[in-house]
């Protein structure tokens, strides 16, 4: 997204979205929407982690490019992990979740600061 407030929307969002799952999976009484939860995170986090290197210029355009992203990331590490033998997905998810959350705080914290600069596209 291009301009400063929505990403730091969609940064403080998402990460919210993280807490959600995290809690969803940790209370048995959060069970019921714990699958829909878990949806929206797979289907956002890890794109939306990426990019947040990758400037992109509209909300629609962010949106599909986070999905297939995120998309692409998961099927690329549940292929490494059929392949190596070494099925974890709980750890899979982990490890995605963890970074995908690293990178939106990073981006959350960089965009709060004084001198904040969005690049800009031609």
């Given at each position: 997204m291009h301009d400063r407030r929505g990403r730091l929307f969609s940064d403080?969002?998402?990460l919210l979205v993280?807490?959600?799952?995290?809690?969803?999976?940790?209370?048995?009484v959060l069970a019921p929407v714990r699958p829909w939860v878990a949806l929206v995170a797979?289907?956002?986090?890890?794109?939306?982690?990426v990019l947040?290197?990758?400037?992109?210029?509209?909300l629609l355009t962010w949106f599909l490019v986070a999905v297939l992203l995120s998309l692409a990331v998961t099927t690329i590490g549940s292929l490494v992990l059929v392949v190596t033998g070494?099925?974890?997905?709980?750890l899979l998810a982990?490890?995605?979740?963890?970074?995908?959350?690293?990178?939106?705080?990073?981006?959350?914290?960089?965009l709060r600061g004084p001198r904040a600069e969005l690049v800009s596209q031609p």
């Open positions: 403080a969002a998402l993280a807490v959600l799952l995290v809690l969803a999976v940790a209370l048995p797979v289907a956002l986090l890890p794109g939306a982690a947040t290197l990758i400037p992109v210029g509209d070494l099925w974890h997905p709980l982990s490890v995605l979740g963890a970074v995908s959350a690293v990178l939106l705080a990073r981006d959350l914290l960089r």
